[in-house]
């Protein structure tokens, strides 16, 4: 915008000039009298006093109007800017959400399967534990019917000693 207005202030300059030194030029080479050449100088001076003006306020309107649009367009920009903000933001948002469900129930799943891996453990150990405990009860009992068995036959011999001996 600024490099227009610039383009556009040295271009107004430059038809001044020019119209100047025209207007000078001319009158300067036309073979009038002093007076007659000091009115046209004065005449083609407000001529082109008004016609600065008219360019002057040419100039301020186009002026209002580049500076209206680009307001216009700045702001166009920033409504953009912010709706693709916010959009970015609800999408970021989304992702961290999926993201945080997916953790959670990765962490549940790993939980669960954590606590059926030590029940399973836990009834292999109660199993084991009660399995031991049978077999230990039954080489209890084999024990005591061996047990019981020696001392019957121990008893028998025991007789059998003393009755030979009695005999």
């Known amino acids: 915008m600024s490099n227009n207005q610039n383009n556009s202030g040295s271009f107004m300059t430059g038809i001044i000039v020019g119209s100047l030194v025209g207007a000078v030029t001319a009158l300067m080479m036309a073979p009038k009298s002093g007076k007659e050449l000091r009115n046209d100088i004065t005449n083609q001076m407000e001529t082109l006093k008004e ?16 500076s209206s649009t680009a307001m216009e367009k700045t702001n ?8 693709k903000g916010s959009t970015v933001v609800e999408v970021v948002k989304d992702k961290a959400d999926q993201f945080s ?20 453990w836990r009834d292999t150990v109660h199993e084991t534990a009660d399995n031991m405990a049978d077999k230990a009860k039954d080489n209890i009992d084999q024990v005591q019917s061996q047990s019981e068995n020696i001392t019957e036959k121990t008893k028998e011999m025991a007789d059998k000693i003393n009755n030979s001996m009695n005999e």
Do not use: F, P
């Not at 016609?51 to 580049?66: L, P, R």
């Not at 469900?101 to 399973?120: F, I, P, Y």
């Open 76 to 83: 166009q920009l920033r409504q953009v800017a912010m709706e």
């Open 101 to 120: 469900n997916t953790m959670n129930g990765a962490s549940n799943q790993v939980a669960e399967n954590t606590k059926d891996m030590v029940d399973g």
């Open 51 to 66: 016609k600065s003006g008219e360019w002057k306020e040419t100039v301020m309107e186009k002026g209002s109007e580049i």
